[in-house]
């Protein structure tokens, strides 16, 4: 049983700043790559950003610059730093995990959190 669970987000000033955590948790044995994505009122759901298990970051280029992903190995965390934010970053936020869940079984499967709301508006 693995979860992942995000939290930190909430309604923000355009300008303003917020810092989304993701604790994966469970029978975990290897993360391979975390991400979190978001999914606006009436559009799909859009790849924000992706870091792998050495640390190499991608972004969208909507939000490149201005948000920042990085993780925390030892306790299975992945952050999502979003700053100057603008109402259009308004969608419910998602964590996404490659996950190997034990040592015998090689394969890596795909986790999802809840999701997270983030309001941007004055």
């Known amino acids: 049983q693995v979860q992942l669970v995000e939290s930190g987000g909430g309604l923000v000033q355009p300008g303003g700043s917020l810092r989304l955590p993701c604790a994966a948790s469970?029978?975990?044995?290897?993360?391979?790559?975390m991400a979190w994505y978001r999914q606006a009122p009436g559009k799909q759901r859009e790849l924000v950003a992706t870091?792998?298990?050495?640390?190499?970051?991608n972004y969208a280029g909507s939000v490149q610059g201005r948000f920042t992903i990085s993780r925390d190995n030892a306790k299975n965390t992945v952050y999502l730093q979003m700053n100057s934010l603008k109402p259009e970053d308004t969608a419910v936020y998602y964590c996404?995990?490659?996950?190997?869940?034990?040592?015998?079984?090689?394969?890596?499967?795909?986790?999802w959190g809840q999701g997270t709301q983030v309001t941007v508006s004055s």
């Open positions: 996404n995990a490659d996950l190997r869940q034990t040592s015998y079984n090689p394969i890596y499967y795909d986790y």
């Open positions: 469970g029978s975990i044995f290897s993360i391979n790559t």
């Open positions: 870091i792998n298990s050495f640390g190499t970051t």
